[in-house]
Every structure is written in structure tokens, then in C-alpha cells.
């Protein structure tokens, strides 16, 4: 019986994924992230994952009190802020966040601030819902291995 | 955990996956068995990058080496150390990956020098190329760019 729960858990994450991938919230890259963990580094994809979220929240600090600034007009700066948001996103396999970063880097190329302020909170919207769902992702993740390293008792 | 190809009942998995492709990568990831030991140099600001880098790279028995700005690249290199491959991100803090490419090529350095970016413009790849990288792929680096070039580096 104990054995179902981690069956039934992987079904769980199994529908998450495909939900995650068909709603374009993360693309086949983050495939990759998975198959470069293994039993040397079992939790390789949550770590990597947290660097990103640490990353990624200093970076959406720096856009907002940058575009807060009534003086703004540094441009470049920001799009070096979006370039460094777009890869990492990308190496993630983070799709929608990476695609609103693409948008929000258009709209500073054209120094149109109006712009960046709606792509700034459209990112932090995407970015929220990601991160929320990778929660979830590694709690079922983590419960899941604790369900399968449950034993059956002996029967005599 | 072993990546899985999700089966939601949402979607059309055609949609979102092509498991030819994805297999091909798997292929990709595991295919490859170095002779030589081969030496690395990850050049990147980002640190979800340049972790996810190193890990790809050491994932097929490269030995690397990261730094996070162009000016301690330039110096690692002017104090001797040698590698068979470097990969240096075009947006750098401190020295721009343009001119730490230019500089490293400068010092009489030829080893493969592999330029990565998220942003992608035919501009920013003849300036990368002109500045002295031998490939230039935009981010996420894969398995499919690199493979090739191990293979090469190995004398496969």
C-alpha cells in the first residue's frame, strides 16, 4: 500500500510537468537540468533552481528601483540587468519568464519607460507563478522519495 | 530523479514535445567518452549560468575552472594556466567578454574559445567572431554545440 503513494505521487508530478509544459512555463531545458542529476547530486536541480531564485530576485529589485526613480535613464544598465535575466532564465528551461524579459529588453532598447513598467509587471507576475509552481514541483519531488524508501515488513 | 516525458491529459504532447529530439539530446548527453583529460575556462557573470556550465562540462569529465568577469579571465590567462577550451559570455562586469576575447587572443593564446549570450543579433555575432571566438551560440549552452566540440578538442 505504502508503495502506491510514491506511484501515486509520481503520477502527480508526471501531471505537473505536462502542465508546466504545455502551459510554456518551462521548455525542454529544464529536461536537460534533470539529467544531469544523479545519485552523487540528488538534489542538483533544486539547488541550481535556488541559485536562480536568489539571482532573479536581486535582479527584479534592481529593474523596480530603477524604474521607480523618477531620473531614470539608464538604459544600458537595464539591459544588461535583461540580457544576464534572459540567459539565466533560458539555462532553466524558464520559457515564459525568459520570453517576458525579451519583451521588457525591447521596450528599453527603445527607451520607452511606459513599456518597461508593464513588462516589469508582467515579469514579476511570470516570475511568481514560476517560482510557486517549482515549489510545488519539489515538494511532491520530496515527498515522492520519502514514500519510495518505505518498506514493505516482512510476512511470516 | 530520472527525467520523465510527462503524459497530462491537457495537452496535445505534440505540441510540446518532440521525443525524437529529446532523445536525440539523451543520446547526446551520455554518448560521449573522453580519452584526454580536457581543461575548461567558464567565463560568466551570472552564476546560474556558470554553475549550470561548469556542471555540463564536468558531466563529460572536462576539469573547469570558473570565474564571473572578464578582467580576472584575462589575468588567469596571463598567469600561465592553460586550457583546451574557454567559454566566455559577451556581457561581462568589469572587462566586457569583446574585450577580454580580444585581449586573450592578443597575448597569443589559440585555444577554442567558445562565445555564449542570450542576445542573439547577426551584429553581436560578427562582433564576438571579429573580437576572436572561433563558435558563438546563444544561451542555453547544449548539449548539441558542445558535443561536437569536445569530440574535436579530444581528437575523436
Request: charged share 25%; glycine share 6%; net charge negative.
Amino acid at each position: 500500500m505504502l508503495g502506491l503513494d510514491a506511484d501515486r505521487l509520481r503520477a502527480d508530478l508526471n501531471r505537473l510537468l505536462a502542465f508546466l509544459f504545455h502551459q510554456g512555463i518551462l521548455d525542454e531545458q529544464y529536461l536537460q537540468l534533470q539529467q544531469l542529476q544523479d545519485e552523487s547530486s540528488p538534489n542538483f536541480v533544486s539547488e541550481v533552481v535556488n541559485i536562480y531564485f536568489h539571482e532573479s530576485e536581486k535582479l527584479l529589485r534592481n529593474l523596480r528601483s530603477s524604474l521607480m526613480d523618477r531620473e531614470f535613464s539608464d538604459y544600458d544598465k537595464m539591459g544588461i540587468h535583461l540580457n544576464q535575466f534572459i540567459g539565466s532564465s533560458s539555462s532553466i528551461g524558464a520559457k515564459r519568464v525568459r520570453n517576458v524579459c525579451v519583451a521588457f529588453r525591447a521596450a528599453s532598447d527603445q527607451y520607452n519607460r511606459a513599456g518597461c513598467l508593464r513588462a516589469l509587471e508582467l515579469l514579476e507576475h511570470e516570475y511568481c507563478i514560476l517560482k510557486n509552481k517549482l515549489h510545488e514541483l519539489f515538494q511532491i519531488e520530496q515527498q515522492r522519495l520519502l514514500a519510495a524508501g518505505v518498506r514493505y515488513p516482512m510476512l511470516n | 530523479m530520472a527525467p520523465t516525458l510527462p503524459s497530462g491529459d491537457q495537452a496535445s504532447d505534440q505540441d510540446n514535445w518532440d521525443n525524437g529530439r529529446l532523445a536525440r539530446k539523451r543520446q547526446l548527453l551520455t554518448e560521449i567518452v573522453l580519452r584526454n583529460r580536457l581543461t575548461a575556462l567558464v567565463v560568466d557573470g551570472d552564476t546560474t549560468c556558470r554553475v549550470l556550465e561548469q556542471l555540463l562540462l564536468r558531466s563529460y569529465g572536462v576539469q573547469t575552472q570558473g570565474v564571473d568577469n572578464g578582467r580576472d579571465a584575462v589575468a588567469l590567462i596571463a598567469s600561465g594556466v592553460k586550457f583546451n577550451l574557454i567559454i566566455i559570455d559577451m556581457i561581462l562586469p568589469v572587462l566586457n567578454g569583446l574585450e577580454a576575447t580580444r585581449q586573450i587572443r592578443d597575448m597569443g593564446v589559440h585555444c577554442k574559445m567558445l562565445g555564449v549570450t542570450a542576445c542573439s543579433g547577426e551584429s553581436e555575432r560578427q562582433a564576438f567572431l571579429a573580437a576572436g571566438v572561433d563558435v558563438f551560440i546563444e544561451k542555453p549552452l547544449d548539449p548539441e554545440h558542445l558535443v561536437p566540440i569536445l569530440r574535436e578538442l579530444d581528437g575523436q
